[in-house]
């Protein structure tokens, strides 16, 4: 079955830390993106990467970092600048990066919290 | 830049009622996405409208967009609690992104 894998489902934090959230998909998407949530709130744009090697910020990306080594992963590291990364962050990937009429396709989250 | 909103943020329903949510751009969309996230799940892609005034169906699900291309709704008929969830609208920005609505929260009394 073809889709993206987020791990670990829960995360937990402890201050000063960094940690990353995994992102894998077998769909060959070109493009992947990470959004964070919080509680009864929209989806905000971490930051995106439209092919290997290269990323872009969104419009949250204070604390946070990432890599597109392969096509296939796009992890996101949470670092201790950011200074409340609780939330439900959300990887999606998506066929053709310059075709906006191609929908997204959500992996299942990572819920992070605060030790 | 972009913005889009979405109303309301919560509803409650009784089964069986209809509901609608809303959802407004600050810019002209090539075209517009709709999602459903259910508790606890992720976003799921529902639908894409493209054309100026267009209508779709998927069952009790009526999607328009609008004549200017900035506005869109979505009404579920005769609601169900498999209908439970968050709608998001999201319209594409910069050729490569989305911007997602802040959503509706709907809620199904049995």
């Known amino acids: 079955d073809g889709g993206i894998t987020q791990s670990p489902k829960y995360l937990f934090r402890k201050e000063g830390q960094n940690v990353t959230l995994s992102c894998e998909q077998n769909l060959n998407h070109d493009a992947m993106y990470w959004y964070r949530q919080d509680p009864g709130q929209g989806l905000r744009l971490i930051y995106y990467s439209q092919i290997v090697n290269d990323f872009q910020k969104g419009d949250i990306a204070e604390g946070y970092s990432v890599s597109r080594e392969k096509k296939e992963s796009f992890p996101l590291t949470v670092t201790s600048a950011q200074k409340n990364p609780t939330a439900f962050y959300l990887c999606?990937?998506?066929?053709?990066?310059?075709?906006?009429?191609?929908?997204?396709?959500f992996g299942d989250g990572t819920r992070l919290s605060i030790l | 830049g972009q913005q889009v909103m979405q109303i309301p943020q919560y509803q409650h329903v009784q089964e069986g009622e209809d509901f609608t949510t809303y959802c407004n751009s600050s810019?002209?969309?090539?075209?517009i996405q709709w999602y459903k996230q259910r508790p606890g799940g992720h976003p799921v892609f529902l639908i894409q409208l493209v054309k100026s005034g267009e209508v779709k169906k998927q069952k009790r699900l009526t999607f328009q967009f609008g004549e200017a291309k900035k506005n869109s709704s979505l009404h579920i008929t005769a609601t169900q609690t498999t209908d439970v969830g968050t709608y998001f609208c999201?319209?594409?920005?910069?050729?490569?992104?989305?911007?997602f609505g802040g959503g509706t929260r709907l809620m199904v009394k049995p």
């Open positions: 810019t002209t969309l090539s075209n």
């Open positions: 999201a319209g594409p920005h910069a050729g490569n992104m989305l911007t």
């Open positions: 999606a990937s998506r066929t053709h990066p310059g075709d906006s009429n191609q929908p997204q396709h």
